[in-house]
């Protein structure tokens, strides 16, 4: 067995023992995580951990945990409409441990209707049992890809039909086609203005979307004075990662004793880094602060979340991106929503800050802003 034949051996035997042995606890799921990127499996810098997307890996690995099937199904089965793998070129970590939780579904008898609207998940799954090792429990499945054209048509028919916002009125074929060309003409140039609008609608949700910000759960180790900037202290957090992260932040006039930021906080983490007055700062601590601007509290999560938990917002998931990017302004679009309620709960677009613990709080800030 070649040595990249073995890496793939040792990596899905983890996803197959873990995935038959734990039932999804989020601190447990994220403990195989560590376990899985320790270095006595996989180093950091493996390509089956994504070569530069390695959230987005660790995301999907997540989600194989999933008890819903049928949803985890589907979600898979639309992330592929366009894509070889789950993540990126090639083969990773992502791809192993969904396709170990799919198997159960996947070995089932499968209808011609269903064999068509997963048509996706099937090829990437075939792409996998033909390229991975063997498993203890998970042998080939014979795949059918055969699907008769009565029941190709029947779907395309019904498709045509969903597409269709209104039935055409009842009149003759060529007054039809007169009334149509007629229409065309005149409402060129507004199904144009409207097709830009919608275009240009999307592409501003996806770029304002909260679910693109790494935002977990941090523990400030450390805070001191920044040597050469009076209203900075550098702190030392851990945010799950293999060593804490250097953060800078303008806390000194509101916070005036270091001590009292150690513990707990909420961090963006997928900010580009800057330097701030030599010091390279790597996130951004998030807090809240009261409508005149005279008191500044740190947002918390609940007691008992696990160090490196992604703070989520339900109904609003996704894969966070690598880095946002300064251009974009993604933080700055995002972040005029953020804010504290009556219940001193942080919330976007009343949305909670959640963790699998609950939501996150600040002690006392009510209707405050947060950042």
């Not at 977990?216 to 001191?224: D, M, N």
């Not at 050469?228 to 992260?245: F, K, Q, W």
């Not at 740190?298 to 880095?323: C, M, Q, W, Y």
């Not at 909670?352 to 950042?371: E, L």
Request: glycine letters at 4%.
């Amino acid at each position: 067995m070649t040595s990249d034949n073995s890496r793939l051996q040792r990596v899905f035997d983890f996803c197959e023992q873990s995935l038959g042995s734990n039932r999804g606890n989020k601190a447990d799921i994220q403990y195989l995580w560590k376990e899985l990127t320790s270095c006595r499996i996989l180093t950091d810098q493996d390509p089956l951990l994504g070569s530069g997307d390695t959230r987005a890996v660790q995301y999907w690995f997540e989600k194989a945990w999933e008890q819903d099937k049928s949803q985890l199904l589907q979600s898979v089965n639309k992330h592929l409409s366009n894509k070889t793998y789950l993540v990126g070129e090639r083969l990773t970590v992502a791809d192993i441990a969904i396709y170990v939780s799919l198997y159960s579904v996947v070995k089932q008898q499968w209808s011609e209707s269903q064999r068509l609207l997963f048509a996706d998940t099937l090829r990437w799954f075939d792409l996998l049992q033909n390229s991975l090792p063997k498993g203890q429990n998970l042998e080939k499945i014979e795949m059918n890809f055969i699907v008769s054209e009565e029941k190709l048509r029947q779907l395309l028919d019904s498709k045509l039909r969903m597409d269709t916002e209104k039935p055409l009125k009842e009149e003759t074929v060529v007054a039809h086609k007169k009334k149509e060309k007629r229409e065309k003409v005149e409402s060129a140039t507004s199904v144009k203005d409207v097709s830009e609008e919608k275009t240009e609608a999307v592409k501003e949700e996806k770029e304002e979307s909260v679910s693109r910000l790494d935002i977990r759960v941090g523990k400030i180790l450390s805070a001191k004075r920044h040597p050469d900037a009076d209203t900075l202290y550098v702190e030392e957090i851990d945010v799950g990662e293999a060593s804490p992260r250097t953060v800078c932040s303008g806390l000194v006039k509101f916070i005036p004793d270091p001590e009292q930021l150690l513990g707990y906080c909420i961090v963006l983490c997928n900010l580009k880094p800057v330097n701030m007055r030599g010091v390279k700062s790597e996130a951004m601590i998030l807090c809240a602060t009261s409508k005149d601007g005279s008191t500044v509290e740190l947002v918390k999560p609940p007691d008992n979340v696990p160090i490196g938990e992604r703070v989520t917002f339900p109904g609003h998931e996704g894969v966070a991106d690598s880095v946002l990017n300064p251009k974009k302004k993604i933080f700055e679009k995002v972040q005029p929503h953020f804010a504290t309620n009556e219940d001193c709960i942080a919330v976007w677009k009343d949305i909670p800050f959640t963790t699998s613990r609950g939501p996150c709080k600040v002690a006392s800030i009510r209707g405050g802003t947060i950042r």
